[in-house]
Nanobody
């Protein structure tokens, strides 16, 4: 059974950068498309970025377009989320999730495995 573990979160000042990692075990990640989601305090969880199974296509939410970049290294069984020009509005718990499909989307229903989340706080 696929298990996902996020890491790389922390406290950063506005304008700073973080790189999140999503490491998989129990199965090979190249069987899944991967999404990054986040949940801010008092808000619903939302999709941030996602990447297709072979990494040939990606999708970003409008709020992070041009600032966040998702990538994957199937040899390392890991997906990354590079976050630049961070804003206080990016604060939240970030989750990675896997779905056994070729392409990704921000619809949560098809995602069958979720990580436990990593906290990102953007504050001065």
């Amino acid at each position: 059974q696929l298990q996902l573990v996020e890491s790389g979160g922390g406290l950063v000042q506005p304008g700073g950068s973080l790189r999140l990692s999503c490491a998989a075990s129990g199965s090979t990640l190249d069987e899944y498309s991967i999404g990054w989601f986040r949940q801010a305090p008092g808000k619903e969880r939302e999709g941030v970025s996602c990447i297709s199974k072979y990494g040939t296509s990606t999708r970003d939410a409008d709020s992070v377009e041009g600032r966040f970049t998702i990538s994957r290294d199937n040899a390392k069984n890991t997906v990354y989320l590079q976050m630049n020009s961070l804003e206080p509005e990016d604060t939240g718990v970030y989750y990675c999730a896997a779905r056994p499909t070729l392409h990704c989307s921000f619809s949560e229903a098809p995602y069958t495995s979720w990580g436990q989340g990593t906290q990102v706080t953007v504050s001065s």
